[in-house]
């Protein structure tokens, strides 16, 4: 059974940190792209941040210089570190796996809030 686990979610004040980590367990992290999206009230669901299995990485525009996503094979985990959040942060983050291979085969966890408040 294949499984994602968002975590370090939570309320925080403008300019603050949090690191939000995605455990996955049942696939092969190494031929999984990794990805974090999230989804405001109203919103679509977007891409924040991505590493492919190749090493790249991406981010979005909105986010670069202040999001920091990392990998970390030996515990099947991917982290987001996220700094100086700003009001247009806040949403509802998700992990996403896509196997490299298969654009059919990938998976979703169930999401962490994040709030950016005063």
């Known amino acids: 059974q294949v499984q994602l686990e968002e975590s370090g979610g939570g309320l925080v004040q403008p300019g603050g940190s949090l690191r939000l980590s995605c455990i996955t367990s049942?696939?092969?992290?190494?031929?999984?792209?990794m990805g974090w999206y999230r989804q405001a009230p109203g919103m679509k669901r977007e891409l924040v941040a991505q590493?492919?299995?190749?090493?790249?990485?991406t981010y979005a525009d909105s986010v670069m210089d202040r999001f920091t996503m990392t990998t970390d094979d030996a515990k099947d985990t991917a982290y987001l570190q996220m700094d100086n959040l700003k009001p247009d942060d806040p949403a509802v983050y998700y992990c996403?796996?896509?196997?490299?291979?298969?654009?059919?085969?990938?998976?979703w966890g169930q999401g962490t809030q994040v709030t950016v408040s005063s």
């Open positions: 590493i492919h299995t190749s090493g790249l990485i």
């Open positions: 049942g696939i092969s992290f190494s031929i999984y792209t």
């Open positions: 996403k796996a896509l196997h490299d291979y298969d654009i059919g085969d990938y998976y």
